[in-house]
């Protein structure tokens, strides 16, 4: 598209609430009214589920076109039965072209007003023919350097032209294929995890004494005195009569060791307190995307994959 001396930007929208975005993101990208335009077929029944479909076919009947939409409305909303159109929604440039058929203006129908903003005629009539299938067609006229800018505002959301396939989407996103001139480039993007580490409390250890009380018990060697009697025979040798005596005794003390058991306090034990670094390693993941590239081949072509260092042909 880039290559092109037009100044007049065509998309086509199977939606017309995406229509709607994107002419509401062309106006705020500074683009008037005068340079927008926008054709639809309508119809008497609008689509209550469809937000986009309700403003264009309610406009017919007099629903409450505008309600929560920007773009078509600010632009100025022309409905009704156009001669050699029908039943349509047209607004901005192409409402008033409209219009002016309306009024006896010599203007063959969409193509007619198409090839007044400089569209070829060959183009002009396929974009009737996707005008009659039900589609809204979008135009912006004098676009002068931003020819590509108004144009990528329109493909993403939805937009595609004659030479360019149908843009397909979900939920949010959407993916198109467009034709591929000599020496052009797709980066293909992917989604990368990084980690990153804090310090954070997980609680903390306390040290400190407790007194607790336990028997003990130590063996001590002690000494003590015995008295002993030895009893010797004599073979009956003769003593006076005043050998016995009344009353004799011998008296021996007997001593013995008392253990007293005293206590001492001493040092058994010390206890160095600090903290310490401990290396390990943690899994961590999630969900990332990337892209990767489709190659789909029309016809007999060659293609010649250097990633994949195969060269194949269709037969």
Do not use: C
């Not at 930007?9 to 199977?14: P, Q, S, T």
């Not at 004799?248 to 040092?267: A, G, H, L, M």
């Not at 390990?280 to 250097?306: F, P, S």
């Amino acid at each position: 598209m880039a290559a092109t001396k037009r100044t007049t930007v065509i998309g086509v929208f199977e939606d017309h609430a995406r229509a709607d975005r994107a002419i509401e993101e062309l106006r705020q990208a500074g683009f008037s009214s005068d340079q927008i335009g926008v054709a639809a077929r309508s119809s008497d029944t609008a689509t209550a589920t469809d937000k986009g479909s309700h403003v264009i076919g309610g406009a017919v009947t007099g629903a409450a076109a505008g309600a929560g939409v920007g773009g078509l409305v600010a632009l100025g909303i022309l409905a009704g039965v156009i001669p050699g159109i029908g039943p349509a929604i047209a607004a901005g440039t192409l409402g008033v072209i409209l219009a002016n058929a309306a009024g006896g203006a010599a203007i063959a129908g969409l193509a007619g007003a198409l090839i007044g903003l400089g569209i070829p005629e060959d183009e002009a009539t396929h974009y009737e023919g996707e005008f009659k299938a039900g589609r809204t067609i979008v135009t912006v006229k004098d676009t002068g350097t931003r020819y590509d800018e108004v144009w990528n505002i329109l493909h993403r959301n939805g937009a595609y032209n004659k030479h360019t396939a149908k843009s397909t989407s979900s939920v949010g996103y959407t993916t198109a294929s467009t034709r591929a001139e000599s020496g052009q480039k797709m980066q293909l993007h992917e989604e990368q995890l990084h980690a990153q580490k804090q310090n954070v409390p997980v609680g903390e250890v306390r040290v400190r004494k407790e007194v607790i009380t336990e028997n003990k018990t130590i063996d001590v060697p002690v000494t003590r005195e015995e008295v002993v009697i030895e009893r010797h025979a004599v073979n009956n040798r003769t003593a006076s009569a005043s050998s016995i005596r009344p009353g004799e005794e011998i008296r021996i003390p007997v001593t013995e060791e008392q253990v007293n058991v005293t206590k001492d306090t001493v040092v058994k034990e010390e206890v160095n307190v600090g903290k310490r670094q401990v290396q390990g390693t943690e899994k961590v993941g999630g969900t990332v995307r990337k892209e990767q590239v489709k190659v789909e081949r029309q016809g007999n072509v060659a293609v010649d994959d250097a990633r994949a260092k195969t060269k194949s042909s269709k037969p």
